[in-house]
Every structure is written in C-alpha cells, then in structure tokens.
C-alpha cells in the first residue's frame, strides 16, 4: 500500500517563475492538503481540498492555487516566485473531511534563486 | 494569539535515559492534540494524538503524552531514549473551531548522545 507520493522531489527555479507541485494520497484517502515548511520551522496550512474543491485555506496569497482531480491526486501552483517561496512543501492525506489522521509525503524541496 | 510553543529548540540526552519534550498551546477550547517526528529526508509521522477521554496517550516507538488542561499542555515523553530516536518533533494542534487544518510547533530538535 503506497503512501503519499509527491514530485518532484527537488526543484530549482528563478524568481518570477511558476511552479507545479504533485501529490497522490494515500490508497483510499480523498482528502488533501498542503504545507509549507521553511528552514528551521514547523510546517505551515496552505489549503486543504475535499471532494475536488478548496475547503479551507490559510495565510498564503493568492499566488498559491490548487487543484484537486477526480481521482484525489492534487497540484500546488506556485506563480511568480519569490526568493522567500523557497521550502519543503508537504502534502498530506486522510480519509474523510475532518479531523482524522494526516498522513504526510516526504515533500518536494524547491529552491527559487 | 492562537499559538503553538515548543520552547526547546535543541535537546541534548544520553542514549538510555528518560526524554520530555515540552508543548504548550493557547487556544481557548481543548484542541485536538498530535505528536509528529520528522528525520532527515523523510515526511513526518505521526507519533501519538489526543481527541478526549484519559489524558495519558500511548503511541508508537514507546512515546507516551499527557495532556493538561490546565496548563494547557501536551509534553512527549520517553522513559529510555534509543540512539534511532534522533529526529525532529512537533507539536501541533487542530483548534477544534470546526477548522481541520495542523497547527505545528517550531519543533524541537533532538540528540542523543552514545
């Protein structure tokens, strides 16, 4: 039984590029949601999606976006991106909307110059 | 401000001795409470969680947390500490607001001396 999965697993861009960031739950999971986490931090709540739509979203700007698909797996989009965008992004899962237990990926490292 | 404080950045213990971690939060209900551990090039994983009921938790790998009320507080424990045990952990909390996101600790950095 395959865990959460995420790719790529690192990535370099420049500032003002655009990034897309994968994610398939674990088996069984449909929902997904995303975290940032800086050097040194603990991980930080983007956005969680449920069945295909964002339910709830914390204090990131609108140049990040998601998308959920039919089949639960999830993109991150990063738009233009700033020196501070730099992080591990993790993804994680669960199975129902609520207060279940996360399951996390091993994350996709970006690095923006 | 609804927070999360693990106020021990590094700890430092000898492998075979007792290990508390320290978490605090500020939130006016009882939140949901979890344990995370996180190793280098790994995602994290889930250690122990609080909903209700005894506030003593038992988890994986031999961690065990309890939960104060009222000292709003969820420290991690480990009566002997193994070399393995050597990672990241957070702290984290659900607000209980009818909000489901994680809310993560700064994280406590552990080593374990031979």
């Known amino acids: 039984d395959a865990g959460v999965t995420q790719s790529p697993t690192h990535l370099i861009k420049t500032r003002g590029q655009q990034v897309t960031l994968r994610c398939s739950p674990k088996s069984g999971h449909d929902t997904v949601s995303w975290y940032q986490q800086a050097l040194g931090q603990g991980p930080q709540f983007i956005f969680q999606?449920?069945?295909?739509?964002?339910?709830q979203r914390g204090n990131f700007p609108d140049r990040f976006s998601g998308h959920q698909f039919p089949n639960y797996s999830s993109e991150l989009n990063v738009n233009a991106l700033l020196l501070g965008d730099s992080a591990l992004y993790l993804c994680a899962s669960r199975r129902g909307f609520g207060a279940g237990e996360l399951f996390f990926g091993e994350g996709s490292r970006l690095t923006v110059l | 401000a609804q927070s999360v404080t693990q106020p021990d950045i590094h700890i430092t213990v000898s492998e075979g001795a007792s290990l508390e971690l320290r978490c605090n939060y500020s939130?006016?209900?009882?939140?949901?409470l979890f344990w995370y551990v996180q190793s280098p090039g790994q995602g994290l994983q889930l250690l122990l969680k609080?909903?209700?009921?005894?506030?003593l938790v038992q988890g994986i790998k031999g961690f065990e947390a309890e939960f104060k009320r009222s000292q709003s507080s969820f420290n991690l424990r480990k009566p002997s500490v193994h070399w393995s045990d050597a990672a990241e952990y957070f702290c984290a909390v659900v607000p209980g607001d009818s909000s489901y996101k994680l809310i993560f600790g700064s994280g406590t950095r552990l080593l374990v001396r031979p």
């Open positions: 609080y909903f209700s009921g005894d506030t």
């Open positions: 999606y449920y069945e295909e739509e964002e339910r």
């Open positions: 939130y006016g209900a009882t939140p949901y």
